[in-house]
Nanobody, 127 residues
Framework: QPQLVESGGGLVQPGGSLTLSCAASGEGLDYDAIFWFRQAPGKNREAISCVSASGTNTHYADSVKGRFIISRDSANNTVYLQMNDLTPGDTAVYYC????????????????????WGSGTLINVSS
């Protein structure tokens, strides 16, 4: 069962950038897509990005497309989320999660049926 630890959260000014890390350990990661979710105060948890098990394909929610970049370092079992041009609307707790896949080159934020979660890291975008 994979274990996930997020890091890199904090306070950032509007327009700023931040990069989150998700360190994964455990069995089966070679066949797991990795997702980033976020949950803002009073809102439902939202899948915002994913990277395929192969690391070759990515997918983004419209809310972050063009501003966020997900990447995967399979050698070190770490997934990154580079976040640019942040706005107060990006304030949330950010979680990474794993999804078992049969096709290692696919993932979609429209099918976020994940099975293991990290504990989250808080991003606060404020001046």
């Amino acid at each position: 069962q994979p274990q996930l630890v997020e890091s890199g959260g904090g306070l950032v000014q509007p327009g700023g950038s931040l990069t989150l890390s998700c360190a994964a350990s455990g069995e089966g990661l070679d066949y797991d897509a990795i997702f980033w979710f976020r949950q803002a105060p009073g809102k439902n948890r939202e899948a915002i990005s994913c990277v395929s098990a192969s690391g070759t394909n990515t997918h983004y929610a419209d809310s972050v497309k063009g501003r966020f970049i997900i990447s995967r370092d399979s050698a070190n079992n770490t997934v990154y989320l580079q976040m640019n041009d942040l706005t107060p609307g990006d304030t949330a707790v950010y979680y990474c999660a794993t999804k078992s896949t049969f096709v290692r080159t696919l993932c979609s934020v429209r099918t976020p049926t994940v099975h293991d979660w990290g504990s989250g890291t808080l991003i606060n975008v404020s001046s």
